[in-house]
């Protein structure tokens, strides 16, 4: 989850620095609409590489089911 938070992190401080560059006026409400944009994009591709992770590997694993964190699927592994 820290990796996620570091990334968005980056990508917000991009999004303001790109701004600045070229001189637009951005206002408060824009900002905050596509740093929600780019933060549900990034945890459906997370999401993705875990479920895809879990479908390959399910069998080795053995897994059952766990939870995952970003999203409503719930997995559970067998220690």
Same mark, same amino acid.
């Given at each position: ?19 600045? /560059? ?27 590489? /875990?479920?895809?992770? /879990? ?7 053995? /897994? ?16």
């Amino acid at each position: 989850m820290h990796g996620i938070f570091l990334f968005k992190r980056v990508n917000y401080i991009q999004l303001k620095e790109y701004h600045k /560059i070229e001189n637009l006026s951005i206002d408060k409400k824009m900002l905050k609409l596509a740093k929600k944009e780019f933060n549900k994009s990034l945890r459906n591709y997370f999401s993705t590489i /875990i479920h895809r992770f /879990i479908k390959k590997y399910q069998k080795i694993l053995k /897994i059952i089911d766990m939870t995952c964190d970003l999203c409503t699927k719930t997995y559970e592994v067998m220690s």
